[in-house]
């Protein structure tokens, strides 16, 4: 029908058919769009409201920009973003680069690689309580693996995550290891997703494995790699099961993160305004490196392509 | 004389038994039976903690409540300790939830200064056997003169103690240190080390949560000081008392190493008195289920005392209990404590208590059969009478855990005894004044 | 030849070394999880760690189907499972090929929209989200205003209604739809296909491996899903598994030994679909990979 059209008023076809296009786009994009909107948009905007006010579950009153300004004077604020930047700046890297080396490794074609495959997944399959007593007593000071380890290596026994120093970087390895199977299996859809016959046309032209890695397989992986980027550091300032099965926060509040700050203020003292105002500052932090990522860092990638 | 007393005592049964079927059908029991809902009778209840044993209780109880009135269809519902806080506060937020809920006297001041649940002073004060309810507990659920909580389970912290170890070291097993200074004195015999730390403790005290200020708390009322001011408004931890009380506790760690900062032998799931790798602690009776289930062969070799006296021979065990409270948005109230008043009858609270070996919160009960057929169980209901609980105010949560941030901060060597309290003082008097 | 060989028995041993290391790290709580479903107390606690039991007793099995109805709560999680991942992915990926595809006004706003508000955490959001499930409009005795009943709360559709799709999935599915080359969209076009058809069976079938990763991770993250549950249930014959699992923890104390075994016992569906899934994925790239 749109050739036909086309050969006859070809001027007015051109415009209407960009209008069609687009109202396919509304089309295809509507059913999400309006889950978003009540699901999503309405509860951050009420939830955005309600953090200029003392909302406690039964009463709200309005207080202005009260609960931001708390939130300037209180240490435990300041000492909770450190926490949570060192949180994520630890994991990010190491999640996406762990990941995508397991997806490698599973994406060879060797025999029984499926059960690999299985068990590197079996952490996110593995409930956080039972993940979390196993990885406690690993870190057991006394019996644990972990300083088993360490003595053979001649290095000195530690306190793991006993010692106000060491539990988030303990935390964090928990975390990476619950989230790495994850990543793992973005990074093999990607990577399955790249057709064969790049390989095979690399390999004819003499390219080493290295070489057809970096030449076939990263630009093609820069997408996905986008996603698990962007996603990584969404969620990892979000962390927050891991911290609540392990440690609650501490020890002496050493892995006490925001968003551990958000649910001690909201769920044990009620405090429904001033923990949605701590999450909007949170909001800021992940936004901004979000907004960063889309703007800048997506460009490059989709020019890269 | 004696026949006076006996008329007047009848009586008085006549005049509360009349009162009493004036309400609602009841039996000698305490029992309700055939009660006439005023409203479709249909009532929602909110259980905290859904272990099997609580759960079969409750649901007994529960049947027996609809089994003998058959107007009413109570539904009962288990959630989880560790996740009640979240439930009941988004429930709340959306004024639903259930009739009647069960969480720790604890949380009951934040409820009630939010409006949330129902003020149950005339309803407590209509019940016809209102004294047999132990006083300290009702005075504990009472938030600004009015009753908030009944109390159902009753937990007592007293000195847990193996006979056996005693013997070892020398020490007399019937006679259990009377002082603070003597209980240090044992502990340190006690207690045995390798190069690693400590393999068996000789007195382990808590050393992270809730459970620091548990177990602070009777220390410093011992030596005669408190929490908080008489008028609950400012903190009142930072005396001398205070002082010297979180000093103790710092020298059993620092200075007489009979309390481990980290993990003792054995597995880390089960608490170290259970588990053989502590000679004393100060704990509640849940301990010993604990140490039945995992390490029956201590079980003969366990003794209860209470903890030591303090200044003046002041002595202060910590107990707490949880209870049920009553929902403000419920629609049938007089319902809802129809049913409360049968969850808190001997019968039923000899269901729920003898089944999870917690202490009731009558009177009358503590010479139960269940209690007295356990002497380790029965101490601890003895020592029920120097019974103390915290503070009920509403920022109580925010209040504990800021003062045991900075008891932490001290155990971890980070601050001195004094400076500890004087942060959490500083910090402590802000929260109060919210 | 000779060499070239030798270098691939090399190159093999080295990936099953790695492998293998990995494995051991990543599988071992699960693998202790599973053993220890099968051993006694005594063992599960014993000081110094037993790996694996020395006689096997299915005892902790036996309590865990006595504490709670595990069957049940595994069905009720596999419809609400199926529901949420059927409509996922049907919702993504329709999402995700108007984000990633199709450009229309108010495109790029709107998708950076959606990525920001995945900023807010949920804990937040979880009362205002508990509120528009109470005031949801004619479910649950509601009218159309949403007043007079409790709307979404203490049902399925509670559970299923707020998670229909998910905006990583979209995100994620965008991703994907982006590096599909254009030349075979233009064919179908130059065919007479319509916008949807190209859609439907040109680019779809393309997206197999993604697609089939979706649905693993919104099946996953249903069946581990427990604050949601937990918040909307009040009638425990409608409970999800991981409400059942919380049924070992006590206020003192957890009973490791049922929970061991009934954590092992409701882990096999997702292990079942992992299995599936991942096959799914190498097949499905085996046939795009020659058309592509």
């Known amino acids: 029908m749109i050739r036909i059209e086309s050969t006859t008023r070809p001027k007015k076809i051109t415009v209407s058919r960009r209008t069609r296009k687009a109202l396919w786009g509304y089309f295809f994009i509507f059913p999400a769009l309006l889950y978003f909107f009540v699901w999503v948009l309405l509860p951050v905007l009420t939830s955005f409201g309600l953090s200029f006010t003392n909302y406690n579950t039964a009463t709200a009153d309005w207080v202005g920009l009260k609960n931001y300004i708390d939130i300037f004077t209180q240490t435990k604020v300041y000492s909770a973003l450190l926490k949570t930047i060192q949180f ?45 007593i196993v990885w406690a007593s690993l870190f057991d000071p006394r019996t644990g693996a972990v300083n088993w380890l360490m003595r053979l290596l001649r290095l000195p026994p530690q306190q793991w995550l006993y010692n106000p120093d060491l539990a988030l970087h303990s935390v964090v390895v928990v975390r990476l290891w619950k989230g790495v ?73 050493a892995t006490r993160t925001l968003i551990y700050l958000i649910y001690e203020e909201a769920f044990q003292y009620t405090k429904m305004g001033y923990a949605s105002a701590l999450a909007f500052v949170l909001f800021l932090l992940v936004a901004g490196i979000a907004l960063f990522n889309l703007l800048v860092v997506n460009r490059f990638v989709e020019d890269g392509r | 004389m004696k026949k006076n007393i006996l008329v007047v005592s009848i009586l008085i049964c006549l005049i509360l038994m009349t009162s009493a079927f004036a309400v609602t059908a009841q039996d000698s029991d305490g029992e309700i039976v055939g009660a006439k809902p005023t409203g479709d009778g249909k009532l929602t209840l909110w259980v905290a903690g859904n272990t099997p044993d609580i759960q079969s209780a409750f649901n007994e109880v529960v049947g027996n409540f609809n089994k003998n009135n058959p107007e009413f269809d109570v539904a009962v519902e288990f959630i989880p300790w560790g996740d009640l806080s979240t439930k009941l506060t988004t429930a709340f937020s959306a004024q639903v939830g259930p009739d009647l809920f069960m969480h720790g006297v604890a949380a009951s001041a934040g409820f009630m200064s939010k409006g949330q649940i129902e003020d149950l002073t005339p309803y407590f004060e209509s019940l016809p056997d209102k004294d047999d309810f132990l006083a300290n507990l009702i005075a504990a659920g009472t938030v600004e003169g009015k009753v908030a909580i009944m109390p159902v389970q009753v937990t ?27 209980l240090a004195e044992a502990a340190v015999k006690l207690t045995q080390s390798d190069d690693l730390g400590i393999t068996l403790a000789g007195l382990q005290m808590p050393v992270e949560g809730a459970d620091v200020e548990m177990a602070y708390l009777p220390i410093l009322r011992s030596m005669g000081g408190d929490l908080l001011s008489e008028d609950q408004k400012t903190a009142a931890f930072n005396s001398p008392e205070g002082i010297a009380a979180l000093q103790y506790y710092l020298d059993l760690f620092e200075k007489h190493k009979v309390s481990s900062l980290t993990p003792l032998p054995g597995d880390a799931t089960i ?55 009553m929902n403000a948005y419920s629609k049938n109230k007089d319902d809802a404590w129809t049913l409360m008043r049968h969850i808190l009858s001997p019968s039923s609270l000899t269901i729920i208590d003898g089944g999870s070996l917690f202490l009731p919160p009558r009177k009358s009960m503590q010479s139960a059969e269940f209690i007295t057929g356990d002497p380790l169980f029965e101490a601890f209901a003895l020592g029920l009478e120097y019974g103390e609980g915290n503070p009920n105010i509403p920022t109580w949560v925010e209040v504990r855990n800021t003062l045991v941030e900075s008891l932490v901060d001290a155990l971890n060597g980070k601050t001195g005894a004094e400076d500890a309290l004087k942060t959490a003082e500083e910090a402590v008097n802000k929260v109060l004044a919210q | 030849m000779k060499n070239g060989k030798g270098l691939k028995t090399a190159k093999n041993i080295a990936v099953y070394l790695l492998m293998i290391i990995a494995m051991i790290q990543l599988g071992f709580p699960f693998f202790w999880m599973a053993t220890s479903a099968f051993k006694t107390s005594k063992e599960i606690h014993s000081p110094t760690p037993v790996l694996l039991p020395s006689e096997i007793t299915f005892d902790n099995f036996h309590k865990a189907f006595q504490a709670a109805p595990f069957g049940k709560y595994v069905l009720n999680t596999l419809f609400v499972a199926v529901v949420v991942t059927a409509s996922t992915l049907i919702l993504c990926a329709m999402a995700g090929y108007g984000f990633g595809r199709i450009s229309f006004p108010g495109r790029e706003t709107l998708f950076i929209l959606f990525i920001l508000a995945m900023a807010l955490p949920g804990e937040v959001t979880l009362i205002p989200r508990f509120l528009i499930a109470k005031n949801f409009p004619l479910f649950g005795g509601n009218d159309i205003f949403g ?56 680019m779809l079938p393309l997206t197999g491996p993604a697609l089939a990763a979706l649905a693993l991770f919104t099946f996953t993250a249903a069946w581990d899903e427990f604050i949601w549950p937990l918040v909307i249930l009040n009638h425990s014959e409608k409970y999800v598994v991981q409400l059942g699992l919380s049924v070992f923890f006590g206020e003192h104390f957890v009973e490791w030994g049922p929970m061991m075994a009934a954590s092992s016992l409701v882990s096999l569906p997702v292990i079942a679909i992992f299995l599936f899934t991942q096959a799914s994925m190498v097949k499905s790239i085996a046939t795009t990979g020659l058309k592509g």
């Not at chain 1, 994520?88 to 490794?105: D, K, R, V």
């Not at chain 1, 997408?223 to 927050?240: G, L």
């Not at chain 3, 203490?154 to 599915?173: A, C, Q, Y």
């Open chain 2, 271 to 325: 608490p170290p008195i259970a588990r053989g790798a502590a000679a004393q602690v100060i704990s509640g009776q849940f301990s010993l289920a604990q140490i039945k289930d995992t390490s029956p062969e201590l079980y003969d070799q366990i003794g209860i005392a209470p903890p030591p006296a303090g200044k003046d021979g002041k002595i202060s065990t910590m107990s707490s209990f949880s209870g049920f409270m």
């Open chain 1, 181 to 253: 199977g994850y990543n793992m299996m973005v990074f093999l859809a990607g990577l399955q997703s790249i057709p064969k016959e790049l390989y095979e046309a690399a390999q004819l032209d003499g390219a080493s494995a290295w070489q057809s890695f970096r030449f076939v397989t990263l630009p093609l992986l820069k997408s996905t790699a986008f996603y698990i980027f962007v996603m990584a550091c969404i969620s990892s300032f979000q962390v927050f099961g891991e911290i609540y099965v392990m440690t609650r926060g501490g020890p002496a509040g």
């Open chain 3, 147 to 202: 007043k007079g009943g409790i709307g979404l709360i203490d049902s399925f559709s509670g559970l299923i209604i707020p998670n229909l799709m998910n905006v990583f999935g979209v995100f994620f599915l965008r991703q994907f739809f982006r590096t599909l080359p254009s030349d075979l969209e233009d064919a179908a076009r130059i065919d007479g296909a319509s916008e949807f058809g190209i859609f439907w069976r040109v």
């Open chain 1, 88 to 132: 994520g700046l630890e994991l990010i890297p190491a999640n996406m680069i762990f990941s995508l080396i397991l997806a490698l490794l599973v994406d060879q074609k060797i025999r029984g690689v499926s059960i690999f495959r299985t068990v590197y997944y079996l952490p996110v399959l593995t409930s956080l309580v039972i993940a979390g």
């Open chain 2, 156 to 182: 007592n912290y007293m000195l847990i103690y193996r006979k056996d170890l005693y013997r070892e070291a020398g020490l007399d097993p019937e006679n259990p240190p009377a002082t603070w200074e003597a």
